[in-house]
């Protein structure tokens, strides 16, 4: 057994051989063990784990990540554990997290760390059935708890969260994801569809899984769907959950790309009190009257436009916020300039 307080890197994967070592590498100068619970890979994914140190266990997948996550947490020795996937690694220095997990006085917590991944949406057909080049990637960052003390077990058949009462304390120890990815997505999409609509179809009220369902639609080029979702999530969704911001942000957006805008702009009315502090919601809601305006007599169309226009000064008055739930960086600096100089020179041209 290893002498505490220690720290574990408990993961599970299934043929992960491209990306395995890239995570078991930069997380192995901070952790007492590696633990690797392979659930069905046919490819070199535990032969990789294996030669960069890693305890490999395995398991039947039994479509449920949180039994599969418990699985691999009971081959843990360590008295702190942090959860990865295969396509995330810890980036830049993480003596933070050493530090958090090894203090010997620390009361158990619940380590909360920034996600940082690279996404785009589905490619599109142009007007003449041609495929358009996938989008430049641009990162969302999510802080999500993956850092927990021993005996503390996870609970949902997929976006699993762990069950405990320990208070949740943020470390600002980056990790940097590319599951989001177009390529990488696909490869995951029958899956993560499968066991989201299994998930609703058992918890069909339960608001956080019309919120993932309403995310998987959207960013696998569904917005229809993704709208029937996020509007059921938002109808069940306390006021003053975390995740309320970006739902609402995210629902604008699909709203725009399938042309009800009247739809977004009484949504951003509704919801604006609660997002006046996040960038995103006013950069989402500055594209959508630019869209909108698009499709409206000059009268009105002007109208829209200068909204919009106050809505991205409103942006770069509050800048980045990498700390709310599902902010885009940019959206309070670059982006929004850049939309800003596009429509001054619209307006200067009208």
């Known amino acids: 057994m290893l002498r505490g307080p220690t720290l574990a890197l408990v993961l599970i994967a299934r043929d992960e051989a491209a990306c395995i070592a ?4 930069s997380v192995r100068p901070w952790v007492d063990a590696m633990v690797v619970l392979d659930t069905g890979s046919v490819d070199d994914t535990v032969a990789i784990a294996q030669a960069q140190g890693a305890q490999v266990h395995h398991a039947a997948w039994c479509d449920d990540f949180a039994a599969a996550r418990n699985v691999a947490l ?3 020795p360590a008295d702190w554990n942090l959860v990865l996937d295969a396509d995330e690694w810890l980036a830049g220095d993480s003596a933070a997290l050493r530090a958090a997990a090894c203090d010997a006085a620390a009361a158990p917590f619940i380590g909360v760390l920034p996600v940082h991944s ?4 589905a490619p599109a057909l142009d007007a003449a059935g041609h495929w358009q080049p996938l989008e430049a990637p641009r990162e969302i960052v999510s802080w999500i708890p993956r850092l927990l003390p021993r005996g503390v ?3 949902g058949r997929i976006h699993e969260q762990p ?7 943020r470390l600002n120890v980056p990790v940097g994801h590319d599951g989001y990815l177009w390529q990488q997505l696909q490869r995951k999409q029958a899956r993560n569809h499968r066991l989201l609509w299994r998930a609703v179809s058992e918890q069909p009220q339960d608001a956080a899984l019309q919120y993932q369902l309403g995310k998987h639609h959207d960013i696998h080029g569904e917005p229809a769907l993704a709208v029937s979702s996020y509007t059921r999530a938002l109808e069940a969704t306390a006021h003053d959950l975390a995740y309320r911001v970006d739902l609402v942000v995210r ?3 699909c709203l725009k790309r399938t042309g009800q805008h009247a739809a977004g702009r009484r949504l951003a009315d509704a919801e604006m009190a609660r997002c006046a502090q996040s960038p995103d919601f006013f950069y989402a809601l500055a594209d959508l009257l630019v869209d909108g305006a698009h499709r409206l007599a000059p009268a009105l169309a002007a109208d829209w436009l200068q909204l919009a226009r106050i809505s991205l000064l ?5 800048g980045d916020r990498p700390g709310q739930v599902g902010a885009v960086q940019g959206r309070g600096s670059a982006l929004a300039a850049r939309a800003l100089a596009d429509l001054d020179r619209l307006l200067a041209a009208a």
Not at 163 to 169: F, G, I, L, M, N
Not at 314 to 318: G, H, V
């Open 153 to 155: 077990r996870y609970a």
């Open 314 to 318: 409103f942006c770069l008055n509050l």
């Open 22 to 25: 890239r995570c078991l590498q």
């Open 163 to 169: 069950v405990s009462a320990a208070p949740r304390r």
């Open 118 to 121: 690279a996404t785009q949406a």
């Open 251 to 253: 629902l604008i957006v």
């Open 74 to 76: 009971d081959h843990s």
